[in-house]
């Protein structure tokens, strides 16, 4: 190729990136100010003390949800937010709270054991001494061998899969070629002929015999039943049914695998194993509605401030800690990007609103009965009126590491204003743009419905390895990281707020 007929081709390949950097504006004045609020003077550790060490477990349907409706809606009041409420999606079911819990073994040692106790199950309302009972349920024929063995005793299944040694790191970023690897669409397959089915069938019938078995438990008179959950002394919190139509179900304690593991060993063996526990839960039947937290800083263009720009993160938690991962992080990031926005007096065109989501660790029911009331109702005529007036959606739950990029859940129409807003944040390690979906949080409630819904590619840092555990407190956040995770979010966020149109939707035909 001739000198300039490689320019020319140089210059081919240059000109749409160049376009589209031209036609999405970017207000780098604004981003200079919010860069400045959100990593000089940032509020983010305050708010986390608050939502995890002072307010606590934030168990759907807890006390202690009931005092984060109540702290949230009034921190944002405080900060000038119009339009602060606290808003019923829906009926949740009955409240649980726990209010003492003790677990030990006593014979043929004494030993405290990690554990907590199983969400809207019954406690035992005092202190008592059990014997755990190792019990073998492959069917139904298998009730006969307990008949009459089991009053009093606490029930113990025995240990079908062992945790593996993990040579993981405890904590991780998104390095460099992973992100790249992660900005390439998956490698696409045709799709298979007369490709084969999930069947459903066994798990129905593992779960109807795990309601029998329950059932049986119950009748015979056990006084509680222990389960593995979790290695390293991480308990993995659970829940029953919370639905007011089904009666609440019998103790159940998970307890960390080593625990448990060597209660088993001991039984099988033949020794004498003696356990005290004391649960005490309370049901809450005054109000059964789920509520989510609603603020706004109303747009001012007459022609678009009828139209939102939506961000938040769910405020519910498990209840074996503080839920300060997921999602203490996610709320004090969002509720942080509302202070900045605020304290910048900033005048969107558009309505920025914030959304504290509760019960979606029950399945999304804050932000899919949100969706339903204001956006697209399935049931009820699709589409509502306010379907027209939505631009986007951001969320941040997965945990509290920084952002390094966005996905589009395919959509093509969003590359180029994404990228043209991640380009004076490079800086701060966010530029990964893929078409990839990701699901597992309520970005998922607008998404399905054909509306620009987004969760973020976050660093992993230890995410996983404390998510829902007895370990998720204030020491998992990564301050620093939410600082930078605020900042990202503040500056997407005012320029969805001000574009002259709403972001591109995908084809969504109903
Ligand atoms: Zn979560």
Do not use: C
Not at 30 to 47: A, F
Not at 219 to 246: D, F, K, P, W
Not at 473 to 497: I, N, P, S, W
Request: proline letters at 5%.
């Amino acid at each position: 190729m001739s000198y300039i007929r490689k320019l020319i081709a140089v210059f081919l390949f240059l000109a749409p990136v160049i376009l589209f950097s031209q036609t999405e504006p970017v207000d780098l004045d604004m981003v200079h100010r919010i860069r400045q609020e959100g990593l000089r003077n940032s509020q983010i550790r305050d708010i986390s003390f608050h939502l995890t060490d002072v307010i606590g477990p934030r168990l759907s349907g807890s006390t202690g949800l009931t005092n984060a409706y109540e702290w949230t809606s009034s921190q944002l009041e405080e900060w000038g937010l119009s339009n602060v409420e606290i808003v019923p999606w829906g009926e949740f079911g009955r409240g649980w709270d726990n209010e003492r819990f003790y677990i030990a073994m006593t014979k043929p040692y004494y030993q405290h054991l990690i554990a907590v106790p199983r969400a809207w199950t019954r406690g035992t309302d005092s202190l008592v001494a059990a014997t755990p009972v190792l019990v073998n349920i492959q069917s139904e024929d298998d009730f006969e061998k307990y008949k009459g063995r089991l009053q009093g005793k606490v029930v113990v299944t025995p240990v079908t899969s062992e945790p593996e040694l993990s040579f993981q790191p405890l904590a991780s970023r998104w390095e460099d070629d992973e992100l790249e690897q992660l900005a390439q669409y998956p490698e696409i397959r045709p799709p298979a002929y007369g490709q084969p089915r999930r069947q459903p069938s066994d798990w129905f019938a593992q779960r109807a015999l795990m309601q029998k078995v329950n059932d049986f438990l119950e009748q015979e008179g056990a006084i509680a039943l222990l389960n593995a959950s979790g290695t390293y002394g991480a308990v993995m919190s659970h829940g029953r049914g919370y639905a007011t139509n089904i009666e609440p179900g019998m103790p159940v304690v998970d307890m960390t695998f080593e625990h448990y593991g060597r209660i088993v060993r001991l039984l099988e063996a033949g020794i004498e194993v003696e356990l005290e526990l004391d649960i005490r839960n309370r049901f809450l039947y005054d109000d059964l509605m789920g509520y989510n937290v609603i603020a706004e800083i109303p747009g001012t263009d007459r022609n678009l401030r009828d139209e939102v720009v939506i961000i938040g993160g769910h405020l519910d938690s498990w209840h074996a800690a503080t839920g300060a991962n997921d999602n203490a992080a996610g709320v004090a990031v969002m509720m942080e990007v509302m202070r900045i926005l605020k304290e910048l007096d900033v005048q969107p065109r558009r309505t920025v609103r914030i959304a504290l989501w509760g019960a979606e660790e029950q399945g999304l029911h804050g932000s899919r009965n949100y969706v339903r009331q204001h956006y697209f109702d399935p049931a009820g005529g699709g589409r509502k009126p306010d379907y027209d007036n939505f631009s986007a959606y951001y969320n941040v739950d997965n945990g509290s590491g920084r952002i390094r990029g966005i996905y589009l859940q395919e959509n093509d129409a969003l590359r180029p204003i994404f990228e043209a807003w991640f380009e004076p944040l490079a800086d701060l390690g966010v530029s990964t743009v893929t078409m990839r979906r990701t699901g597992s949080t309520d970005h998922v409630a607008f998404d399905a419905v054909g509306l620009p819904g987004f969760q973020f590619i976050q660093d992993r840092l230890d995410y996983r390895r404390s998510y829902h555990t007895n370990m998720d407190t204030f020491e998992r956040m990564q301050l620093g990281d939410m600082m930078q995770a605020a900042t990202v979010v503040a500056v997407l966020v005012y320029h969805t707020a001000m574009r002259d149109e709403k972001l591109p939707r995908k084809h969504f035909d109903r």
